[in-house]
């Protein structure tokens, strides 16, 4: 059994900041990739930043406002969002790819999901 715990998620003002969390627990050996993505009523989930393979990718949209870390000890993922802006709110998922505790690989698994909102 594996675990995501999503938490930071909420309203802020345009040009404010939030912080994301993502806890990953539970049966996993080792984590090959850990990110975010967003989804907003209507429209597909797209990719906002993810970690993976030793490289940092992040969505076209994002331009620099938003940053990805890691600490590799918590298996926890964090996403740090800046000057954020109105088209920002969605629900932003958490998604990893990981090898379980008996070794077998689990791809696209993902978080319950945590709601952004950007309105003055």
């Known amino acids: 059994q594996v675990q995501l715990v999503e938490s930071g998620g909420g309203s802020v003002q345009p040009g404010g900041s939030l912080r994301l969390s993502c806890a990953a627990s539970?049966?996993?050996?080792?984590?090959?990739?850990i990110g975010w993505y967003r989804q907003v009523p209507g429209k597909q989930r797209e990719l906002v930043a993810v970690?993976?393979?030793?490289?940092?990718n992040y969505g076209d949209f994002v331009k620099g406002r938003f940053t990805i870390s890691r600490d590799n000890a918590k298996n926890t993922v964090y996403l740090q969002m800046n000057n954020l802006k109105p088209e920002d709110t969605a629900v932003y998922y958490c998604?990893?790819?990981?090898?379980?505790?008996?070794?077998?690989?689990?791809?696209?698994?993902w978080g319950q999901g945590t709601q952004v909102t950007v309105s003055s």
């Open positions: 998604n990893v790819d990981f090898l379980s505790g008996d070794l077998k690989r689990v791809r696209d698994y």
């Open positions: 539970g049966s996993i050996f080792s984590i090959n990739g």
């Open positions: 970690m993976s393979g030793g490289r940092t």
